[in-house]
């Protein structure tokens, strides 16, 4: 009895999952976007160029965010 609700919470589980996921990605992409508008808006304001600010703000990736948040990083 008590594996056969274990089975069923892990289903319930399994399909939220499934169906949160794809909002998740898009509030992660939006927040992204969001980051480098932010990030270029800020460069121009405190004096770069245009062109530079969105050249170097296309040098940040999502794996370079992380990696200032790792141990060895």
């Known amino acids: 009895m008590i594996t056969a609700i274990h089975i069923i919470k892990f289903i319930i589980k399994l399909l939220l999952l499934i169906i949160f996921f794809p909002f998740f990605l898009v509030w992660a992409g939006s ?3 969001t980051f480098k508008y932010v990030l270029v808006s800020n460069m121009i ?3 770069m160029q245009k062109e530079y600010a969105k050249k170097l703000a296309r040098t940040v990736s999502i ?3 992380f990696s200032m948040f790792s141990k060895n990083g």
Do not use: A, E, Q
């Open 63 to 65: 794996s370079s965010i």
């Open 45 to 47: 304001k405190s004096g």
């Open 31 to 33: 927040r992204y976007l």
